[in-house]
């Protein structure tokens, strides 16, 4: 019974940094996150490509633990800064893009709108430190009403 409770013991003991730290990733101090497209203060009409760019990082999947790579999460219009030690969220303003992807087709309302770059890891974890884009601000205008 004593056994029993030194492995049980010696286990949860071993368990604590995970619990402390739940992403522990750590990324390149050169890595950087950025917008291909749009840029910073573009107008834009109508639905619109966003392209991201990473540099000394690789592009994965989420759920793939690959050393320096992780994938993109987008956040729009998005005022508080992400937790690091919480998984980023995912909902309208958080999208994910857990297969890989680099790019997205975007259709915003009319009105100034904030875009921002987040690589998070296989589980979702921004890295550390992390690695963010600059937040760019574009103008969506009302699409062009059809001709007759």
């Given at each position: 019974?004593?056994?029993?409770?030194?492995?049980?013991?010696?286990?949860?003991?071993?368990?604590l940094p995970v619990a402390a730290?739940?992403?522990?990733?750590?990324?390149?101090?050169?890595?950087?996150?950025?917008?291909?497209?749009?840029?910073?203060?573009?107008?834009?009409?109508?639905?619109?490509?966003?392209?991201?760019?990473?540099?000394?990082?690789?592009?994965?999947?989420?759920?793939?633990?690959?050393?320096?790579?992780?994938?993109?999460?987008?956040?729009?219009?998005?005022?508080?800064?992400?937790?690091?030690?919480?998984?980023?969220?995912?909902?309208?303003?958080?999208?994910?893009?857990?297969?890989?992807?680099?790019?997205?087709?975007?259709?915003?309302?009319?009105?100034?709108?904030?875009?921002?770059?987040?690589?998070?890891?296989?589980?979702?974890?921004?890295?550390?430190?992390?690695?963010?884009?600059?937040?760019?601000?574009?103008?969506?205008?009302?699409?062009?009403?059809?001709?007759?």
């Open positions: 019974m004593k056994i029993v409770s030194c492995i049980a013991l010696a286990a949860a003991i071993a368990l730290y739940p992403q522990g990733k750590t990324a390149p101090k050169d890595a950087k996150l950025y917008f291909i497209s749009p840029y910073d203060g573009q107008k834009i009409r109508g639905g619109f490509w966003v392209r991201f760019g990473l540099r000394n990082m690789g592009v994965t999947h989420a759920g793939d633990d690959y050393h320096n790579a992780g994938h993109h999460h987008l956040l729009i219009d998005v005022k508080d800064p992400i937790d690091a030690k919480e998984p980023i969220p995912q909902d309208k303003s958080h999208l994910h893009f857990g297969a890989g992807q680099t790019e997205t087709f975007l259709e915003l309302p009319p009105g100034t709108h904030t875009l921002q770059l987040v690589l998070g890891d296989a589980k979702h974890y921004p890295f550390e430190p992390p690695v963010v884009s600059e937040k760019i601000t574009i103008r969506v205008r009302p699409a062009a009403s059809a001709r007759r």
